[in-house]
């Protein structure tokens, strides 16, 4: 890959005008920078296990969120199988991960898995979406997830997201949310489904992104 | 050139005011939105606090620019992306064309972004034969419109449902709903095949990342993931001060965007991508960022007014602002307007004609309070309407202000003027409705204050007042 199309002086004619603004020193002289703690300010941080979880479901329900706990990876596998029935799912968007070949382990037969390497008009055609998450915010209902495995496009594209999340994971502020989710090449952090702000300024939820979001929670670390 | 002089923006304020249903559809909005921030600003533990630190995070990022956009460009380029330095928008748009004829790009789908009106992206692209898609919901409705945006986040807000369905109707041919979720179903479905089949996708940034080389996309609709993902080349056009130190800023910024945008913890949806980040379903991808200063550099070194630049183009001084509540959006005949957006518009896009834009304001401060990152728009704004130039006042604002400065210089002046006053002011109530009124227009809705039969010194001077001023004189 070339590192630069541009012409060298266009890097240089904007530094130098830095520079130069530098030199008057506007900023410096009109806003002193105040000593702070970034986080001082922020909404308090759930500390203890059961605190953040029963906050998560709360931020949840706000968010319009379908939120389900499940105990174990089995009853998250079930939960999924029973949903995909319960919806007529036929053909589903799937993140390339052992993680979520496990929870789809129990799909019922003659259900479609498309992973993003089958092209981007497969993945159109999907009713849903099933992806793992990195991390999850009880603060702000902020959910986590990577784009490696093809996770960016399975759920910029799919109606309905599915995503699957260990307790382990769930974080009490955003900011330690965004430490444990690591940094894969890309992150996505959803808050609820896709909204839109049309006519009237009135929120519509639905947009171009997943008109639903659904979030299994497994307790169990392994 | 739109809206060059004060008349052009009162005739806009008018023709608002006079549709009746949009000038109430626009102040209904402004009241849920300002509801909804103020309960999201009191779920903090200290809102000052949270905004004083993110003023301090942008401050750091505009004192430490040079140094912040050469890691950023460093990171960029190392993980594969294509950065493109444009001093001007003429260069932008020359980078934007020359990207778009190398790749072969024959469609492009592009997000909201009020850089991307800044350099013309919409014009370069389409001289060059590349057709453009608008897929912000609101953005395409007032693009299929043809008309102005009436927010820098929700250009169609002043628009009935009905509107909406009838241009979906009109310009898409698609069945007429008033529904807005069937209307924004219609357009998903629509704007699916585009996004599947877009050679490129355009968009802005909220923020880079310096450290680790970057674009934070913040969006509501999901269409940002869809265009940063789905095309072949993906285009990221940003003004060289959207620059943060790292993604340990984001939590503080973010939190206070959300709170400030939509009354919400977060906006809906936030993708931090990189041109390392897999996309394009496997196919090969390239990223490119366009890295524009057009006057920026130039507004970081004036002492009142860059502050502004640490604007996160939240919307909050609009909403908030009563010339914006009385005047609707796009009167202001800006991408951005609003309080902010007379403050950038007349350096980022001087071409639009802002020059009278600093007088629609009252002054009162109250874009300032709500501001998330604390900018001083009052001091801003005062600086601005002292640099204006005295033709885009307009004669009866100037020869008011040459006299009010006369009167003022001298205290026998002072003094007489306030008796002439007093006689004008009860001269200007009697010709209220006549043409030989200069205040005629202001006065249609208005009463002046009742005039005191004394003035403030004759008054002063009949009390004990001026007896006890007297009798300090003497003490000293």
Avoid at chain 1, 109 to 119: H, L
Avoid at chain 1, 154 to 169: D, E, I, N, Q
Avoid at chain 1, 180 to 209: D, I, K, N, Q
């Amino acid at each position: 890959m070339s590192r630069k199309s541009e012409p060298a002086d266009g890097r240089e004619i904007i530094m130098a005008r830095i520079r130069e603004a530098s030199k008057a020193a506007g900023l410096r002289a009109a806003t002193p920078m105040p000593a702070y703690d970034g986080r001082n300010g922020l909404p308090e941080p759930h500390a203890d296990r059961g605190g953040r979880i029963s906050a998560f479901a709360r931020r949840m329900e706000e968010l319009r969120t379908s939120f389900v706990l499940c105990d174990t990876l089995q009853d998250a596998a079930e939960g999924m199988a029973a949903l995909c029935e319960r919806a007529k799912w036929r053909r589903l968007g799937v993140q390339s991960s052992p993680f979520v070949g496990d929870v789809l382990a129990g799909l019922p037969g003659g259900v479609e898995r498309v992973t993003a390497d089958k092209g981007k008009s497969a993945l159109g055609a999907c009713e849903a979406g099933i992806v793992e998450c990195r991390a999850m915010d009880a603060q702000t209902g902020a959910v986590v997830v990577g784009a490696e495995n093809g996770a960016l496009e399975v759920s910029a594209c799919a109606p309905t997201l599915v995503v699957f999340g260990r307790a382990h994971r769930l974080a009490g502020s955003l900011d330690e949310a965004i430490r444990v989710a690591g940094s894969p090449g890309g992150l996505t952090l959803f808050t609820g489904p896709s909204m839109t702000y049309g006519a009237e300024r009135r929120p519509v939820a639905s947009g171009h992104g997943p008109t639903s979001l659904v979030i299994y929670l497994i307790l169990a670390e392994k | 050139m739109r809206n060059s002089s004060n008349a052009d923006f009162e005739k806009a304020v008018a023709d608002f005011q006079y549709d009746v249903a949009s000038a109430q559809r626009h102040r209904d909005g402004l009241d849920r939105e300002n509801w909804a921030r103020t309960e999201a600003r009191a779920r903090f533990r200290d809102w000052g606090a949270a905004r004083a630190a993110g003023a301090a995070i942008r401050d750091a990022d505009l004192l430490h620019l040079e140094r912040r956009l050469a890691d950023f460009a460093a990171r960029f380029e190392s993980a594969g992306g294509r950065l493109h330095w444009a001093p001007s928008a003429g260069d932008a748009r020359e980078a934007l064309v020359r990207i778009a004829k190398e790749a072969g790009v024959r469609s492009c789908v592009r997000g909201l972004s009020s850089t991307l009106e800044e350099i013309g992206a919409d014009e370069a692209l389409g001289t060059s034969g590349v057709a453009v898609r608008h897929s912000q919901f609101g953005d395409m409705v007032n693009h299929l419109r043809g008309g102005r945006p009436s927010h820098m986040l929700h250009p169609a807000m002043h628009l009935s449902r009905e509107e909406v369905g009838e241009t979906l109707h009109a310009k898409m041919g698609s069945p007429t709903t008033s529904n807005p979720e069937e209307q924004v179903a219609l357009v998903r479905k629509s704007l699916r095949e585009s996004f599947l089949q877009a050679d490129m996708g355009l968009a802005g940034a909220s923020f880079l990342l310096a450290e680790e080389g970057k674009v934070a996309l913040v969006e509501h609709e999901g269409n940002l993931r869809l265009i940063a993902s789905m095309p072949r080349v993906f285009v990221v056009v940003a003004g060289i001060e959207k620059v943060t130190e790292s993604v340990s800023d984001l939590p503080l910024l973010l939190q206070l965007v959300g709170a400030s945008a939509g009354g919400t913890a977060l906006p809906s949806g936030v993708s931090l991508i990189g041109p390392d980040t897999p996309r394009a379903c496997g196919e090969t991808a390239v990223m490119h960022l366009i890295l524009v200063d057009n006057g920026r550099s130039l507004l970081l070194a004036d002492t009142a007014s860059a502050e502004a630049l640490r604007c996160v183009k939240c919307g909050a001084c609009a909403d908030i602002c009563p010339v914006y509540r009385m005047a609707g959006g796009r009167a202001y005949g800006s991408v951005l307007p609003g309080p902010i957006g007379a403050v950038l518009t007349r350096h980022l896009m001087p071409a639009r004609g802002a020059q009278a834009l600093p007088l629609a304001t009252p002054l009162c401060g109250a874009c300032g309070d709500v501001c998330p990152v604390g900018i001083d728009l009052h001091r801003a704004l005062v600086s601005q309407r002292r640099e204006m130039p005295p033709a885009s006042r307009g004669w009866k604002v100037n020869a008011m202000l040459r006299l009010h400065e006369r009167m003022m210089s001298s205290q026998a002046r002072y003094n007489r003027g306030t008796r002439i006053v007093r006689i004008l002011a009860v001269l200007a109530d009697l010709t209220r409705k006549t043409s030989f009124n200069p205040l005629s227009d202001w006065m249609r809705h208005r009463t002046l204050p009742e005039t005191p039969k004394k003035t403030f010194r004759g008054w002063w001077k009949s009390t004990a007042g001026a007896t006890s001023s007297a009798a300090r004189k003497d003490k000293a």
